[in-house]
């Protein structure tokens, strides 16, 4: 056996080989378990891969290979998510059609797949801006529609000037655009939506049923915001209409003082007296051209003007001066806040501010504070509150104070919700049209299913305007067309939709790719969904995750699928930074491709590199070093299976010291399978690379110092072993090693490896010393040893000695193999 380890010629060979026999297809019918393992859908951008982008498909082409040998039927498809602004705005820098740049990415992130091993099905491919996929993206958009669930609706919305289009509320960050981190403004535009706020209580209740990260559960349900309160109804002096609010604390409705409404609330130019008029035109003028981000900020300064009207309070009629500030919005509860300024940081400032009333209606358990230096927001009893004074707040008084306004037509229970609806409209080309045609008779109709898909144009003019129109307006050819319900001329709406659509069903059509009756079959998606393991990055908790979860609940309401949650287990990569600790950047000139990784050091190093660089959920800075140490681990494993294969004999005959190194080798082995086992199932694979680091180190050295300890056919299923727990790793070297063992079947299809649970049990365990509860000592002991040994070993330990020395132990506290702890005085 050649003793070069040359991972050129190995994986070229292999990847020819498997691409040959066509050995990630999934079978169509199986009796064996199914395991549905998928990757967060990509974005083909014209950079390619980089190290970064393997940190994510590496581990799951791990685990698809290691489920599959352990006798799963393994479904691990790629499509790509290309509809979208990341690949119009390329097409744009490039001076090229996004069909065109699109395609030519897509190959290219093909080509760096194959590259580094990983095991896709790529007969299941699918392409979000093709016809055949996209059909179907509006298919769901008709099923939507035909539900309620999708509306038409003009409002003030998100604007990015550089990407000149509308953006949902998601895809705002911190005032700027998730994409080219351009600043936003708003823009009044009459949009489509999708209906998720119905669904919003589902949306929370279900995250108990999934395993996902705890901090994205936790994002989701602050997302969606679910808050507990009444609805309160303030009087308004010379009008039948009242002013409603919604409050969590009806219990402080005695120190309501002052209402503010939002700047944008429909009742403002109402109720603003005329010499008021000027001062609020202006001031709703300057808050318009203000993100939320702003608007909401603890640390602005408080400002606001006083309409010159007054509302009156339901508990004690006092009248109530109404003012707008932008620090209230309109999109959450009524776009209208009773201020309590004794009992709310915000109100307190804002009525400090302005002059105006602080009444104290909460005290602590201590008694009233009297004039209050900050507003107090703990529990606490009611005072200054009539017949409420003394009941406990919020609890009991809270539920005393709605029933009593309840009584009397002023409040109700409410659940509110912070999560608005979807905003799906895009002014951009590269989207899926949305399938709706405007009438002037018959208002919107939608496209009937059997004319789907609406094509996307060719146009040569792409580029977007700034006028909010879609660049697909200029198209005359395709705008005008004829209304599916009377016949009459018609104009086709003109918005795209938000790719984030065409990634919120994709796990769908994985299960049936190339049905052209149906976008997914109903069979087939029942048995492969829900997605078994769902891996990717942790921003697009509120975006993406979101979403898909929506599009599976309706596809449940409407019959189409059983289960309600498209994946049932998450987790998220961590990032891999540049060698400088730096975010990989194109123009930084820092990004780390896998081309060139590959071809100094091979795929199977790479690979390795990825697993063992750090604990999977964890960012972590790239080092060549690591890279190099990991290949030569390889070449040492090569060397030795190289070594076995090629001995005729087992060495010279074993003396008892080495006999023993032998059994200890065996028993290294054993644990070794039993945790590399247990780590892959728990994504822990930084640990299964460093123990079979460990394991190697040990047989090397058992192998050049005592060979004889263990028989030739001994050595060769200790490397057998290892090469399947090494498999889906590296599975290049592995393929070929497990070909010159001489084993008949591709190592893909081997089974797992099992371990002797009499050799992997341990022999000895760590015992803990404490001297009166505090850690003192550790000690190694032998699995089921006596009490008094391990007791006056335990005594005897140097540093546990120490603390009892001139001591008297009054208590030993034994757990067996676990703890002693010595009370003393």
Request: net charge negative; charged share 25%; with cysteine.
């Amino acid at each position: 056996m050649d003793r070069r380890y040359d991972p050129h010629a190995i994986e070229q060979k292999w990847q020819r080989i498997w691409k040959e026999r066509d050995a990630y297809r999934t079978p169509d019918e199986s009796d064996k378990p199914k395991f549905f393992c998928l990757d967060f859908f990509p974005y083909p951008s014209g950079d390619g891969l980089s190290v970064g982008h393997c940190r994510n498909y590496v581990p799951t082409d791990v685990v698809a290979r290691f489920r599959r040998m352990q006798g799963f039927n393994v479904l691990h498809p790629m499509g790509w998510d290309a509809f979208g602004l990341p690949a119009e705005n390329y097409a744009i820098k490039m001076g090229v059609n996004p069909r065109v740049t699109t395609v030519r990415n897509i190959a290219n992130y093909h080509r760096q797949m194959d590259l580094i091993g990983l095991s896709f099905d790529w007969s299941r491919e699918i392409t979000s801006c093709f016809p055949d996929y996209y059909r179907w993206t509006q298919w769901f958009f008709l099923l939507l529609y035909e539900r309620g669930l999708a509306y038409r609706s003009t409002g003030r919305q998100w604007w990015c000037p550089s990407c000149k289009t509308i953006l949902a509320n998601e895809q705002v960050e911190q005032g700027k655009c998730w994409r080219c981190g351009s600043d936003v403004t708003k823009k009044d535009l009459e949009q489509w939506y999708l209906r998720i706020t119905d669904y919003a209580q589902r949306l929370l209740d279900d995250l108990g049923t999934i395993d996902w990260p705890e901090q994205i559960k936790l994002m989701q349900a602050n997302w969606i915001g679910r808050s507990e309160g009444a609805e309160v109804d303030f009087g308004l002096p010379g009008r039948d209409d009242v002013l409603t609010v919604f409050t969590t604390r009806p219990d402080t409705l005695f120190g309501a003082t002052y209402m503010v409404l939002a700047p944008e609330h429909p009742l403002v130019d109402e109720l603003t007296a005329p010499d008021k008029r000027d001062a609020v035109t202006a001031y709703q003028d300057q808050a318009r051209r203000q993100s939320e981000i702003e608007r909401l900020s603890t640390e602005k300064e408080k400002t606001g003007v006083f309409l010159g009207a007054y509302a009156v309070n339901p508990v004690n009629d006092e009248p109530v001066p109404i003012w707008i500030s932008d620090y209230v919005l309109t999109g959450y509860g009524t776009g209208a806040i009773m201020a309590v300024p004794a009992h709310d940081e915000r109100d307190f400032q804002f009525a400090t501010a302005f002059a105006l009333p602080i009444v104290e209606v909460i005290a602590p358990e201590a008694g009233a504070q009297g004039e209050l230096a900050e507003a107090y927001t703990g529990d606490g009893f009611m005072v200054n509150s009539g017949r409420f004074d003394g009941l406990a707040a919020p609890g009991e008084a809270f539920e005393a104070v709605v029933a009593w306004l309840g009584e009397r037509g002023a409040a109700r229970k409410k659940v509110n919700f912070k999560l608005r609806d979807w905003l799906i409209s895009r002014q951009r080309y590269w989207g899926a049209p949305i399938p709706i045609v405007h009438c002037d008779a018959c208002g919107p109709v939608p496209v009937p299913v059997d004319q789907l898909p609406v094509l996307l144009p060719d146009l040569e003019d792409f580029h977007p305007t700034d006028d909010g129109r879609s660049p697909l307006a200029r198209d005359e050819e395709f705008v005008h067309t004829t209304c599916p319900k009377c016949g009459g001329p018609g104009r086709r709406e003109t918005d795209t939709m938000d790719t984030f659509a065409c990634s919120s069903w994709y796990h769908f059509r994985f299960a049936s790719p190339h049905d052209e009756t149906a976008a997914f079959d109903r069979d087939e998606a029942e048995h492969w969904l829900p997605v078994d393991l769902y891996v990717g990055g942790a921003e697009h908790a509120v975006m993406h995750l979101l979403y898909a979860r929506f599009f599976c609940k309706v596809a449940q309401d409407a019959g189409y699928a059983s289960f309600g949650e498209p994946y049932a287990r998450l987790r998220n990569q961590g990032m891999i930074q540049a060698e400088d600790g730096q975010k990989m950047s194109k123009s930084k000139g820092n990004v780390i491709t896998p081309d060139s990784v590959v071809e100094q050091y091979g795929a199977d190093a790479l690979r390795l590199y990825e697993l063992f660089i750090a604990p999977f959920e964890q960012s972590v800075a790239w080092s060549d070093r690591g890279v190099q140490g990991c290949f030569r681990f390889l070449g040492r494993f090569w060397n030795l299976v190289a070594e076995v294969v090629d001995a005729q004999g087992g060495g010279a005959p074993a003396d008892e010291a080495a006999a023993e190194k032998g059994r200890r080798a065996l028993r290294t082995l054993n644990k070794t399978i039993r945790k590399v086992t247990h780590d892959l199932e728990a994504f822990r694979f930084n640990t299964a690379v460093s123990a079979l680091m460990e394991l190697q180190n040990e047989l090397l050295e058992v192998w050049a110092g005592a060979r004889g300890a263990l028989t030739l056919a001994q050595w060769r299923d200790a490397v057998t072993d290892m090469t399947l727990l090494v498999a889906p790793m590296a599975p290049h070297i592995a393929a070929e090693v497990w070909e010159l063992l001489g084993h008949g079947d591709t190592v893909l299809d081997a089974s797992w490896a099992a371990w002797d649970e009499q050799l992997a049990a341990d022999d000895v365990v760590t015992v803990v010393v404490q001297v009166n509860g505090k850690l003192r000592d550790r000690l190694e002991v032998p699995v089921g040893a006596e009490k008094d040994g391990v007791l006056a070993q335990a005594r005897a330990a140097e540093n546990a000695a120490r603390f009892l020395e001139g001591k008297q132990v009054v208590k030993e506290i034994y757990v067996p193999g676990k703890l002693v702890n010595f009370v003393v005085r």
